[in-house]
């Protein structure tokens, strides 16, 4: 699936003809430049990408991921949630499903699964790491252990969803250690939610083994948790916008990327 962008508007190649090309001005992200040339297709597979000088109005660039949402904020389903994020250039989406968890435990993680596997849009989800998300909720469903190690042996589940629970990390919860280390069994990620957090504490929260952070909001934040080993995402929503506060991030980490390279 590739996104063409146009002086018309924005198109979706959904790529299923046997052999095709696209021309255009091809946006290549790992080398961060942008040249004429054309792109060729033999059923799904990218065959070919030839640089060649040609006057086009057109550009072609992968297809965006949204590396954090919870679908079911949007109140939609994952089939009428693809509906409207595929049309506007979005082809792959990490899910955490922790909204429809606290409803429903993992028959309704097991919902969106079924779902989302009729449509055009690729969806990595997670496993609710918080169910009920403090011990003061009276949800209407527990994700504990067991059910954290169920969901994470469904191919569909990638990773262990984001641990709001820092204090019990911190502390050492034991349910709360046990579903960390359930993940790490199986080789897959888990992922972190620490606003504030530093100093020691932040320490032991990654440690832990919790690779990424998505509720940094300033410059200084972001920075101790890279150097410790994070990984931040920058996150620009309807709730929260910390884009224009953690921009320059992109270009420290283009500036890291060039000097390890040389």
């Known amino acids: 699936m590739a996104l063409v962008q146009t002086a018309t508007g924005l198109y979706i190649c959904l790529l299923l003809h046997d052999e095709m090309k696209i021309q255009g001005r091809i946006i290549d992200i790992h080398k961060r430049r942008i040249y004429p040339g054309i792109v060729s297709i033999a059923g799904e597979i990218i065959k070919d990408i030839v640089q060649k000088d040609i006057s ?13 949402i919870h679908i079911e904020s949007s109140m939609c389903t994952p089939g009428a949630f693809a509906v409207a994020a595929v049309s506007r250039g979005t082809t792959g989406v990490v899910s955490d499903p922790h909204e429809i968890a606290n409803v429903l ?4 993680v097991r919902f969106m ?14 496993a609710p790491s918080c169910v009920p998300a403090t011990s003061f909720e009276s949800s209407g469903a527990v994700v504990g ?5 169920e969901l994470l042996h469904i191919p569909e589940v990638k990773y262990l969803s984001e641990m709001m629970n820092f204090p019990g990390v911190i502390h050492n919860d ?7 280390e359930i993940a790490k069994q199986l080789g897959k990620p888990v992922d972190g939610h620490s606003p504030g957090l530093t100093g020691e504490e932040l320490a032991k929260y990654i440690a832990a083994g919790i690779t ?3 509720e940094c909001s300033t410059m200084a934040e972001a920075l101790e948790k890279i150097s410790l080993g994070m990984k931040i995402l920058i996150r620009e929503g309807s709730a929260a916008r910390n884009l224009n506060a953690l921009k320059d991030l992109i270009v420290y980490g283009y500036a890291v990327q060039r000097r390890s390279a040389s």
Not at 56 to 68: F, M, N, R, V
Not at 105 to 108: C, K, L, Y
Not at 113 to 126: A, E, H, T
């Open 56 to 68: 086009t109005d057109c550009y072609i660039l992968p297809g965006l991921i949204d590396s954090h």
């Open 105 to 108: 435990g993992t028959e309704g």
């Open 113 to 126: 699964i079924r779902d989302s596997n009729r449509v055009p849009l690729k969806f990595w989800f997670g």
């Open 145 to 149: 252990p067991e059910e954290v190690e």
């Open 174 to 180: 034991p349910e709360v250690l046990r579903k960390i």
């Open 212 to 214: 990424t952070d998505h």
